[in-house]
C-alpha cells in the first residue's frame, strides 16, 4: 500500500513540477501589526464545544471555529479575517463564531473537535492535522523547502499534491482542507548560547507533542519534552524545560525574552497552517455558501502570509531590542550541522515512509 500511495504521490508531484516552475507570488495585501502566536501565552478556560449543525437553507447559519491563537496574532487575524468575509459574501447568510486561544481544547483535543463535528471550523499546523491522518506531517519535516516560495508552490490548495491529501483526508477522517497559508520559520531558544549541535547535548527543549517536532528537536542534539503550547510559559519560567522554538513573532508576543536569553535562526522548519472544515457539516451547506468559504480562506490567507513575511525582520529587531541575543551564520551557528544532523535522524525515523516525497517535494521551484 505504501509503495502503491508513494507513486501516487510522485506522479502527482511530477505534474506540480510541471506545472510550478515558478512559486506564484503571494497577492499583495496590507501588513498588519497583529503578529500571530502559536497559542495564548496563558492557558485559557475550556468551553463546551455544542455541535455544529448546518440549519436549512433559508435560514441564518451559525458555525464554530476553534483555533489555539491569541485574537491579536496572525493567524488569530486569519480567522478573525475569515468569518467577516464569509458573512459578507453570503450577504449575512452565514456568522462564525470564533473562539481563540485554546478556549474549546487542547491542539490534539480541537483537531478531534473538527472531526467529530463539535466545531465546525480550526486551523493547525500540518503536523497537527497529521494526527488526523498521518502522511500530513511529513509537510512540517525540518529543512524540506529551500524557501516561503518553495513552500506556498508544494501547499497551495490547488496543487496536485494537496489536492490528493486533501481527498484522502477526507475519505479516511471526514474533514476538508479549505486553505492553507505561511505560519511561519521556527527558530530555536534557549536559557543559553547555542551554536553547534553539541552545544544541546542535555538541554531539554519543548517540542510540540507530535512526531515530527519531536524529531526535530532530538535531531538538533536537545532532550525534547512535548508540552502543549498553553503550559510553556510556565514550563521555561521554572525550568521544566530550557528551551523551545517558534516563529518570531511567537516568541516576542509571548514574552518569552523574559526567559530566554538567546535566539539561533535555525529556521529549521518553515511551515503553513492547514485550515480544515468538518466534512458533514460542509456537504450541508447550500452550493453557493461552500463557495464562499473557499473564497473568503483563500482571500484570508494571503493576507495572512503577506502579514507574516513583512513582519519577521521588525520582529527580530524587537526580539534584540528586549534584550535577546540573537545568533545566526554571521555569529557563528553551524547551520549545515543542524541540517545534517537533523536531516538524519529524519532519514532514519521516516525515510521509508515518506523519502520519495521528499525527494519530490525538493524538486519543485
Known sequence: MRKLYVFVLIALL?????GCSSAPAAQEAAPTEAPKEEAAPTEAPKEEAAPAEAPAADET???RYAHPNAPATVPGTFADTFAKLVNEKTGGKVTIEVFPSSQLGSLQEMVEQVQNGSIAFHHNTMAAIGSLYQPFEAFDTPFLYQ???HLLAVTNIDSPVIQQFNQDLIDARGVRLIGTFYFGSRDLTADREIKTPADLEGVKIRSIPFPIYTAAVEGMG????????AEVPTSLATGVVNGQENPVDVIYNNNLFETQSHLMLTNHIIAADAVVVNEDVFQGLPGDVQEAIIAAATEAGTEATQSNRDLTADYIQKLKDAGMTVIGPDEGL????????VSALIDERFGDTYGDFYEAVKAVK
Open 14 to 18: 511530477a505534474a506540480l513540477v510541471a
Open 61 to 63: 447559519i451559525t458555525l
Open 147 to 149: 524557501d516561503v516560495d
Open 222 to 229: 536537545a532532550v525534547a519534552t512535548p508540552i502543549d503550547w
Open 334 to 341: 553551524d547551520l549545515d550541522a543542524f541540517r545534517q544532523q
